[in-house]
T-cell receptor, first 113, second 114 residues
Framework: AQSVTQLGSHVSVSEGALVLLRCNYSSSVPPYLFWYVQYPNQGLQLLLKYTTGATLVKGINGFEAEFKKSETSFHLTKPSAHMSDAAEYFC???????????FGAGTTVTVRA | DAGVIQSPRHEVTEMGQEVTLRCKPI?????LFWYRQTMMRGLELLIYFNNNVPIDDSGMPEDRFSAKMPNASFSTLKIQPSEPRDSAVYFC????????????FGDGTRLSIL
C-alpha cells in the first residue's frame, strides 16, 4: 500500500520568501505524484503532477516540484510567497497499476505580511 | 466550464435519519470518486466508479453507506441510518478516465449529524 508523509503540518512564511513543502512517499515502484491545494470551504485544486519524463514539474500559481527517485521525494516549492498562497496543501500518490489516490495529512501555509 | 457540482453544500440532521449526498461530474468525465475528509483521518477514498460501474468500494466504512451512479451525469452517496461519527466533509471528484488523469473536486458537502 502507498503511504505519503508530509513533513510539517503548519508552515509560516513571510511574503516574498521561499515556500518549501516536503513530501515523501513509500513505494517500491515510482508512482504518479500530485500536489493539490485547498482553500477554505472549497474542494481540492490540482497544482501539478508528475507521471513520467522531466523530473522538475511546473504548475499553476508559480509552484513547481521535483521528483527525486533516490530520495522518494516530491517536494513543492515557490520562490516568492504571496498572501494568496495561504491555504492547505496536499501531496498525493497513485500507483501506476492502480487508480486510488492516497493523500498526505496536509500542510497549512500561513503567509505573514 | 462547469466544474463538479455537489449538493447540498451543508446538511445538518439528527442521528438515525437518512442522508443523501448528490454529485454531478464534469461532462465527458468517465470516472467518479467519493471522498470523506475529517480532522482525525484526513482525506479517505470511499468508492470510485468508471463508466458508471463501481470499481472499488473497499473504502466504504460500513453497510450503512451506499453509493450509486445511475448515469454518467449523476451519483449519490447515501447514509442510512446516520450516526454522529459520520460528520465530515464529503467530496466528489471526477476525472476524464482512470490512471494519471487529474481528479477535479467539487466544493464538498459539510455534513453534521446531531
Amino acid at each position: 500500500a502507498q503511504s505519503v508523509t508530509q513533513l510539517g503540518s503548519h508552515v509560516s512564511v513571510s511574503e516574498g520568501a521561499l515556500v518549501l513543502l516536503r513530501c515523501n512517499y513509500s513505494s517500491s515502484v515510482p508512482p504518479y505524484l500530485f500536489w493539490y491545494v485547498q482553500y477554505p470551504n472549497q474542494g481540492l485544486q490540482l497544482l501539478l503532477k508528475y507521471t513520467t519524463g522531466a523530473t522538475l514539474v511546473k504548475g499553476i500559481n508559480g509552484f513547481e516540484a521535483e521528483f527525486k527517485k533516490s530520495e522518494t521525494s516530491f517536494h513543492l516549492t515557490k520562490p516568492s510567497a504571496h498572501m494568496s498562497d495561504a491555504a492547505e496543501y496536499f501531496c498525493a500518490v497513485s500507483p501506476v497499476s492502480d487508480y486510488k489516490l492516497s493523500f498526505g495529512a496536509g500542510t497549512t501555509v500561513t503567509v505573514r505580511a | 466550464d462547469a466544474g463538479v457540482i455537489q449538493s447540498p453544500r451543508h446538511e445538518v440532521t439528527e442521528m438515525g435519519q437518512e442522508v443523501t449526498l448528490r454529485c454531478k461530474p464534469i461532462s465527458g468525465h468517465n470516472s467518479l470518486f467519493w471522498y470523506r475528509q475529517t480532522m482525525m483521518r484526513g482525506l479517505e477514498l470511499l468508492i470510485y466508479f468508471n463508466n458508471n460501474v463501481p470499481i472499488d468500494d473497499s473504502g466504504m466504512p460500513e453497510d450503512r453507506f451506499s453509493a450509486k451512479m445511475p448515469n454518467a451525469s449523476f451519483s449519490t452517496l447515501k447514509i442510512q441510518p446516520s450516526e454522529p461519527r459520520d460528520s465530515a466533509v464529503y467530496f466528489c471528484a471526477s476525472s476524464i478516465d482512470l490512471g494519471n488523469q487529474p481528479q477535479h473536486f467539487g466544493d464538498g458537502t459539510r455534513l453534521s449529524i446531531l
